[in-house]
């Protein structure tokens, strides 16, 4: 160590033998060379598209009216993807990409409302599972009538009024609510925002309404009112999400309906616009009535080269919940989509679920489910960012692909006209559901 020492020290002394700035100049003039030809070599390599974009992208820095970032500049490229390619394929930064995975496993903050307008008032679009707005009483499509943060304050408002409002304040916020659109029934609730884990799963029959806490899932929580327009065998399971703690969530609502002694389902897919395939493979291995194998398949995945994928269930457990009296129902509509509609696709390919035991929103001619039957898979770079792309068509295990036409009236499935918004006071297709099922139970007595 001590030769290495003495050898540095000479090598830094130039005074001595005048070659340290010949040896620097060539090293630096090198580094140019080799940098120009690296450079070059790209530049050709990337083609003219690439050039071009590059290009622009320096003369818009260089001259546009009004200073702009680089980022700025790509942000707008990359949302342009979007019409370059589909509707579902999307560039993440890295940091949207851990909000989207955070968000997508059941991670959230806020008061958990979605509100929407409906002529001049304002509704609960939906009402996030396990959220505080949920603990506190609010349920999805009541009327939201003022707001403020004491009741001396309470106002009406817009809803940007209402979005302005709710981002500012750091308190509880009084809402006053209620499912009449007169304001006969309103209360106000006073609601905390928080960080909380989403719960996709709500539990209802004729003894009570329930979710399980997505942190324990050993735990159940009373949600609204029971159900009382079914009888003793029916129970209903809305699902929302392929995202977070769904399937085990949907495990424990099974459990609950077993112990429940109720032989009868009606599954709730309405507004359900999908989420992950592994969720799906999990949730879908307690539902295949007549499947063979420890993991039948949920769908194929067909690729532009024409190679296929099958994507198996977790288990094949159906006969652990249900006996052969089991009677399937389930409700959709128009948002009902992708993972959705490859679950309807494995419970028909298995014999669990008829055509004639699906009801869709809308007349004959216009209900429908959405027809999603792509699928997305993302790809990430070592910098965190990330590219979502649409890579495949995906067909049930019947072999049908439903994409751009999904489910319809064609196939056999009920149409019922009512509100696409709808609550636990005012839901006509639940409601005529419960008619016709109630009927039947009638009928073999």
Known sequence: ????????????????????????????????????????????????????????????????????????????LYGGL?????????????????????????????????????????????VAGNSPAEHAGLGQGM??????????????????????????????????????????????????????????????DMGGSYRFDPTD??????????????????????????????????????????EEKRSRLILDLRGNGGGYLSVLCDLVSHLMKNAQGARPTVLTARYRDGSESAYLAAGNDFSSYFGEDFELYLLADERTASASESLIGALISYGTLDFGNILLRGSSESARTFGKGIMQSTYTDLAGNAMKLTVAEIFWPNGRSIHATGVTAADGAVCIEADSLFSVKDDAMLSALCTRL????????
């Open 438 to 445: 109630n009927g039947l139970s009638e009928a073999g007595k």
């Open 82 to 126: 979007t019409d370059a390619l589909d509707r579902y394929s999307q560039f993440f930064d890295a940091d949207e990409y851990g909000a989207e995975l955070d968000r997508t496993a059941g991670k959230s903050a806020g008061y958990g409302i979605t509100v929407t307008t409906q002529g001049s008032d304002l509704r609960l679009y939906a």
């Open 143 to 204: 009327y939201l009538f003022s707001f403020g943060e004491s009741e001396k304050t309470l106002k009406k408002g817009t809803q940007q009024e209402l979005s302005a409002f709710l981002d500012e304040t750091d308190g509880p916020a009084l809402l006053r609510c209620g499912y009449e659109e007169d304001g006969s029934d309103a209360k106000i609730y006073s609601v905390m925002p928080t960080s909380y884990r989403t719960s996709y799963c709500l539990y209802r």
């Open 1 to 76: 160590m001590a030769e290495k020492k003495d050898v540095e020290k000479e090598e830094a002394r130039p005074a001595k033998n005048g070659r340290k700035w010949p040896v620097a100049v060539g090293a630096a003039a090198l580094a140019i060379l080799f940098f120009a030809l690296g450079w070059g070599t790209f530049w050709l390599a990337i083609g003219g598209n690439a050039r071009g974009l590059l290009w622009a992208v320096d003369t818009a820095k260089k001259h546009f009216y009004r200073d702009i970032s680089e980022d700025e500049i790509y942000e707008g």
């Open 217 to 258: 899932l050993g735990t159940k929580f009373e949600v609204g009112e029971p159900l009382e327009t079914v009888d003793e065998k029916t129970a209903y399971i809305r699902l929302e999400r392929f995202y977070g703690t769904a399937a085990e969530e949907f495990e424990a609502c099974l459990s609950l309906m077993k």
